[in-house]
């Protein structure tokens, strides 16, 4: 193995622990994480790219009926060799807004999922929800049902940018919409926000941060804005009617939190992700361990048994789709063992752990060193990587650089 720069002891702080304690990888590649797709807004924000719709709220039942069906195909299309339910370690409710169904549609998914796949009795079990859309009771009824996490899309503490974002819900919404969380028993809490908005200064990172501490969350994502084509940012940004913040901001915002959020206890795991220990999101580790998860709804995505595919985006086709009786699935792509190898490490290596190399070598039979070739050395002189132990990651330089490593890391 070449010689790399040994990791700071800043850095071996940040290998949160407790994600070592992970279960071997031959058997997590035998499970699959869920996610289900709930693709209901009240109204469009405006910088959304999401495959998420408002005004089909009428759409919610026939939907959540859909959705059902896929399950069972799913999971029997997933069985084990030995013909049983496949396992299952985490669920996760995204969207668009899955707290716009209502607490009995919501417990009717859970036990659907429960009756087609083995999920493990401490599963995590996460609800996306937004807080202008969460009352007391129902919050009370999620918990009930089974659900054991809520991630609360809060992005900001200031009125007048939520506003501009087009969100439907004030500051105060979040500070009641997490009371009322722990009044129903919640114990594990994210909170999504966003930073480099259009007119949003330092003053108002800090100010939203520090309100946002207050509530002791237990996770942490920060995003910073991303001007996708076809929203109305998109449109305004071309107008000149707004200016997303500039880099240099958005870089001394990013530095301000993870500084503010280390101090505060809180684990910086992945690159947008912060956690207090024991905390970090078991679902979308999934994601970035390259592990196979099954996406079902509209537009959802799956990576299992080397394919990746992906269902139909169109609410009322995959409906229709499914009233035949099929998973309706709009694209697939076969993922070969080269192919595999690259997203793994490339998934991997942005995440603050980076990459296990014995785990590499045990899931692909061949270790990275021989896999990536002369390439490891040459990006490893340049500064751009280091490795501490087992672990391989991302030196401070090599995390600006982000893409262009892994282009001159990983083979074509
Ligand atoms: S609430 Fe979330 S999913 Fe819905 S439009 Fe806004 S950002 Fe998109």
Redesign the pocket.
């Known amino acids: 193995m070449t010689s790399f720069v040994p990791a700071t002891t800043q850095q071996r702080e940040i290998l949160p622990q407790e994600l070592l304690r992970t279960e071997p990888v031959e058997q997590l590649l035998e499970t699959a994480s869920l996610y289900l797709h709930i693709p209901f807004?009240h109204t469009?924000?405006y910088y959304?790219d999401?495959n998420?719709y408002a005004g089909i709220l009428p759409l919610r039942e026939p939907y959540v009926r859909a959705l059902l069906k896929e399950i069972e195909l799913a999971g029997e299309q997933a069985h084990t060799i030995e013909g049983q339910p496949r396992r299952s370690r985490t669920i996760f409710f995204g969207?668009?807004?899955p707290s716009l169904l209502t607490v009995a549609q919501i417990s009717r998914l859970l036990t659907a999922c429960q009756n087609a796949f083995a999920v493990d009795q401490d599963a995590e079990i996460t609800l996306e929800a937004?807080p202008g859309t969460l009352n007391k009771e129902q919050l009370a009824g999620i918990r009930a049902a089974g659900i054991n996490r809520l991630s609360m899309?809060a992005q900001s503490y200031d009125a007048a940018l939520l506003k501009k974002l087009g969100?439907i819900h004030n500051p105060d919404e979040i500070t009641q919409a997490v009371q009322y969380a722990r009044a129903a028993g919640f114990t594990s809490i994210n909170l999504d926000f966003m930073f480099g908005l259009p007119d949003q200064t330092m003053q108002h990172w800090r100010e939203t941060l520090d309100k946002a501490l207050s509530l002791h969350p237990e996770h942490f994502s920060l995003y910073s804005l991303i001007i996708e084509e076809g929203t109305p940012f998109y449109k305004w940004v071309h107008e000149q009617r707004i200016t997303p913040g500039d880099e240099d901001l958005c870089a001394d915002m990013y530095e301000y939190a993870d500084e503010l959020l280390r101090k505060e206890g809180y684990v910086n795991y992945e690159i947008s992700n912060w956690a207090l220990p024991g905390h970090h999101s078991r679902h979308n580790l999934t994601y970035w361990q390259n592990l196979p998860y099954i996406g079902m709804g509209a537009g959802a995505s799956s990576f299992f048994a080397n394919e990746r595919y992906t269902d139909e985006r169109d609410p009322q086709t995959y409906i229709k789709r499914l009233k035949g009786g099929e998973i309706p699935v709009a694209e697939r792509e076969e993922v070969n063992t080269p192919q595999a190898m690259s997203e793994t490490s490339f998934l991997a290596l942005r995440t603050a752990m980076g990459l296990h190399l014995p785990t590499f070598e045990k899931r692909f039979s061949q270790p990275f060193s021989q896999f990536v070739g002369d390439r490891l050395r040459v990006v490893a002189e340049a500064g751009l990587l280091e490795q501490d132990g087992d672990w391989l990651r991302l030196s401070q330089h090599g995390r600006l650089l982000g893409n262009e490593v892994f282009l001159r890391l990983l083979p074509d």
């Open positions: 807004c469009r924000c959304c999401f998420t969207g668009g807004t937004n899309g969100r």
